[in-house]
């Protein structure tokens, strides 16, 4: 698959998303962020294990499982009721879920949602935090909101709307 032409990454950069996020979602789709499956591959040492630190399912950690296959991370997709289960590789499964949650933020909502998930995976690695779904939902919230003044004007109130009954 030549990633160059993979409607993901115009998904990117065409999003409302802050820089950070954006620049965040293109490491992810392109396989960059420092997973524990990274960093082992680089051959470096990890004292707490290449092991999934939110499911602890000992699930080795790289990006599907942090993202898509956690346990922590199927509430937040369940939550946002976002469907990773059709297709066979990583765009058509997007363009399906995409098709399937038919609004126009699609995008936003996904890279902010994995933005939050990263957060929480960060915060128990360096500061030994516990995960928390409802710490995730609040920073998820918080920004997905945030985002609605970014976003273009014709889709500002389908997105506050939507965060409004989005389950609290």
Same mark, same amino acid.
Request: glycine share 2%; charged share 20%.
């Given at each position: 698959?030549?990633?160059?032409?993979?409607?993901?990454?115009?998904w990117?950069?065409?999003?409302?998303?802050?820089?950070?996020?954006?620049?965040?979602?293109?490491?992810?789709?392109?396989?960059?962020?420092?997973?524990?499956?990274?960093?082992?591959?680089?051959?470096?040492h990890?004292?707490?294990?290449i092991?999934?630190?939110?499911?602890h399912?000992?699930?080795?950690?790289?990006?599907?499982?942090?993202?898509?296959?956690?346990?922590?991370?199927?509430? @937040?997709?369940?939550y946002l009721?976002?469907?990773?289960s059709?297709?066979?590789?990583?765009?058509?499964i997007?363009?399906?879920?995409?098709?399937?949650?038919?609004?126009?933020?699609?995008?936003?909502v996904?890279?902010?949602?994995?933005?939050?998930?990263?957060?929480?995976?960060?915060?128990?690695?360096f500061?030994? @935090?516990?995960?928390?779904?409802?710490?995730?939902?609040?920073?998820?919230?918080?920004?997905?909101? @945030?985002?609605s003044?970014?976003?273009?004007?014709?889709?500002k109130d389908?997105?506050v709307?939507?965060?409004?009954?989005?389950?609290?």
């Amino acid at each position: 698959m030549n990633l160059s032409f993979s409607p993901l990454l115009n998904w990117i950069w065409a999003s409302s998303c802050t820089m950070k996020i954006k620049v965040f979602a293109w490491m992810m789709i392109m396989d960059k962020l420092n997973t524990k499956d990274m960093i082992e591959r680089r051959q470096w040492h990890i004292e707490d294990g290449i092991y999934c630190v939110l499911c602890h399912s000992q699930t080795r950690e790289d990006m599907d499982h942090l993202f898509f296959n956690c346990l922590f991370s199927q509430l @937040v997709w369940n939550y946002l009721q976002i469907d990773w289960s059709q297709g066979n590789n990583m765009t058509e499964i997007a363009v399906n879920a995409r098709r399937d949650f038919n609004k126009p933020f699609f995008a936003e909502v996904v890279f902010t949602a994995c933005w939050n998930i990263w957060l929480i995976r960060n915060a128990k690695v360096f500061r030994h @935090v516990r995960p928390s779904f409802n710490y995730w939902r609040r920073s998820f919230i918080r920004d997905i909101s @945030v985002l609605s003044f970014r976003i273009k004007p014709r889709f500002k109130d389908s997105l506050v709307r939507w965060v409004t009954f989005l389950p609290h």
